[in-house]
């Protein structure tokens, strides 16, 4: 279990430019969550997959914000036209299927728009 | 529709002095609680989890929490507290849309 991981750790970009974060699940674990965490707040859910599928992506702040799993494995969160709001630590996390299954977290990427 | 409230934003306490944070739910169906800590730099990490069955629910680096379902609370608890606790602890609950919805966090910081 090498537990989740995110890359990059930190990125630094200048406003209207797009950016893509990876997130790598635990190997045996289905399901797969992003949440976006601003300073000083929990962390806020965007999305989630099921094995390839994108159950749930309602949350996504706007149409700039998109994710895939094309593999059932990694992800990827794509934000377009970056604007200084979207400035914040993006989280995943993965898990099992079953019922309330907890979820486990990467270490985040975070977003800085100059 | 689920909500979590945590009542303070910032706690200090003295090394090896007791400490409760407060967390306080509202939600529409059966509820299902967690405490995450966060240290700097770093993702959450899962402390415990109230799913059913007994109240007070017993979780990792000797922290603790009881459901009280009449005063909708679930407040975590350590009874002696260490530097290596100071962190970003942040209350959740399980959301019908499999996903967690958290509190706003408390700081819980540890004066040697």
């Known amino acids: 279990d090498t537990g989740v991981s995110q890359n990059p750790r930190h990125k630094i970009t200048k406003r209207g430019q797009n950016v893509t974060f990876r997130c790598d699940p635990i190997s045996e674990h289905n399901r797969l969550y992003w949440y976006r965490q601003t300073l000083g707040q929990g962390p806020e859910f965007l999305t989630y997959f099921q094995n390839e599928a994108q159950l749930e992506k309602s949350r996504l702040l706007s149409d700039r914000f998109s994710a895939e799993r094309p593999k059932g494995s990694f992800s990827t969160l794509e934000i377009q036209r970056t604007e200084q709001g979207d400035s914040a630590m993006y989280l995943c996390?993965?898990?099992?299927?079953?019922?309330?299954?907890?979820?486990?977290f990467g270490d985040g990427t975070r977003l800085s728009i100059l | 529709a689920q909500s979590v409230t945590q009542l303070d934003s910032q706690v200090p306490v003295f090394e090896e002095a007791p400490v409760e944070l407060r967390c306080n739910y509202s939600?529409?169906?059966?509820?299902?609680l967690f405490w995450y800590v966060q240290y700097p730099n770093q993702g959450l990490q899962l402390l415990l989890k109230y799913l059913s069955g007994s109240t007070l629910v017993k979780g990792i680096n000797g922290f603790e929490a009881e459901f009280n379902k009449s005063q909708t609370s679930f407040h975590l608890r350590k009874p002696s507290v260490h530097i290596s606790d100071t962190a970003e602890y942040f209350c959740a609950v399980f959301s019908g849309a499999n996903n967690l919805f958290f509190g706003t966090g408390t700081r819980l910081t540890v004066i040697p």
């Open positions: 996390a993965s898990s099992l299927i079953g019922p309330y299954q907890p979820q486990h």
């Open positions: 939600s529409s169906v059966s509820v299902y």
